[in-house]
């Protein structure tokens, strides 16, 4: 195994601060992995990369992401800037023989997200991408659940990703809604509940859509008269069938007021049905049918060290798992994969088919009937 790693980091915003913390605090967790060295940070600011190369321990710093790709020390890139620099960067990376880490969406088009997955399949470098959510033990416990046949026949599906953090229509136009950038919320937040509906219950084989803009324009800045006009969607509801025979449906909505993190499902099957939300990422509601009318309900089963990769951060149930652990599960599985010389999970390849499903979406919303994902 490979026993150290150079750490690339672009990017210094909230998925930046993100990754950061992440792979300081994945081989605590994680002692088998290799060693991660913060070998470079990049931001196209460069006082603000001087800045976190300081804070999160990077040992030096640069104004220029392609220094950054093309130097010796580093071993993995991650990507965390704006969508519509995902794919020339990662290209980038993989042609210098870099493992890459990008985050999610993938690319703006499904084209690029296949030229993407291509390259790298053909360099034979590891990738990862940022669904960290489905690290959750809970999740993973779910899908074996499914997998095992404790609840049945599946036979349902409801999930949702709704935040309100593009709810006031006076909240200026940025990169996030710049249709250069890929779909809106469909792809900043649907690709997270898409991702782990397949990560649940397997590929999704049809779509039918209804893909909204709400909020047709924004201010080009704060308190600005001049307007601009807004063409990705603020909200897309999905009816889904999986290729294993059940239905669903799919929501994904940026300005669901009141709402700052409902990411969860409701999983029915012949047996038994399976509850979640991330507001509550350290609860899973367990139904089983059959039991005492008078006493039946959901059981509340609260994550502990008995659910794996819990007990590697907190000896003690009950304590919490949070969202910057999540991450760390991802980039220990991320580092212990390259170390190994195995794939890791969610790939590039992985990205790709979720990035099928929300482009098959807004076809179908367009056209106003069902269509099959390729």
Request: net charge neutral; glycine share 10%; with cysteine.
């Amino acid at each position: 195994m490979t026993r150290e790693l150079g750490i690339g980091l672009i990017g210094t915003g909230f998925m930046g601060k993100a990754h950061a913390f992440a792979y300081r605090a994945a081989l605590a967790a994680f002692p088998d992995i290799p060693v991660p060295r913060l070998e470079m940070i990049a931001d196209v600011a460069p006082d603000l990369a001087t800045k976190a190369a300081h804070q999160y321990g990077f040992a030096r710093s640069t104004g220029d992401w392609r220094a950054l790709v093309a130097d010796p020390r580093v071993d993995v890139v991650s990507i965390t800037t704006p969508n519509i620099f995902h794919k020339e960067m990662a290209l980038a990376a993989i042609a210098a023989g870099k493992h890459v880490h990008c985050e999610k969406p993938l690319s703006p088009s499904l084209a690029d997200s296949l030229a993407m997955v291509e390259a790298a399949d053909k360099a034979g470098v590891v990738t990862q991408v940022g669904f960290n959510y489905i690290k959750n033990p809970l999740l993973k416990m779910a899908r074996d659940m499914a997998a095992a046949g404790e609840l049945g026949e599946i036979t349902g599906f409801r999930g949702i990703h709704a935040e309100d953090y593009m709810h006031d229509p006076e909240s200026p136009y940025s990169w996030r809604i710049d249709p250069a950038g890929g779909p809106g919320v469909i792809a900043d937040l649907g690709s997270h509940i898409i991702g782990m509906a397949r990560f649940l219950l397997g590929p999704i084989a049809e779509v039918s859509a209804d893909v909204r803009t709400v909020v047709t324009s924004r201010p080009v800045a704060r308190g600005a008269r001049e307007r601009k006009q807004v063409l990705v969607d603020d909200v897309a509801r999905i009816l889904v069938s999986f290729a294993r025979g059940c239905g669903g449906t799919i929501e994904a909505n940026w300005i669901a007021t009141g709402r700052k993190m409902q990411l969860g499902f409701e999983l029915t099957g012949e047996k038994g049905s399976l509850v979640f939300t991330q507001e509550r990422l350290n609860e899973l509601l367990l139904y089983k049918a059959g039991g005492d009318a008078r006493t039946s309900g959901h059981v509340k089963i609260e994550a502990g060290p008995q659910h794996a990769p819990y007990g590697q951060f907190c000896i003690a149930g009950g304590h919490q798992l949070g969202f910057n652990d999540l991450k760390t599960i991802e980039m220990g599985e991320f580092l212990g994969a390259i170390g190994a010389g195995r794939k890791s999970s969610p790939d590039f390849r992985e990205a790709y088919e979720i990035q099928k499903v929300v482009e098959a979406s807004i076809a179908s919303s367009r056209a106003r009937g069902w269509v099959r994902v390729a």
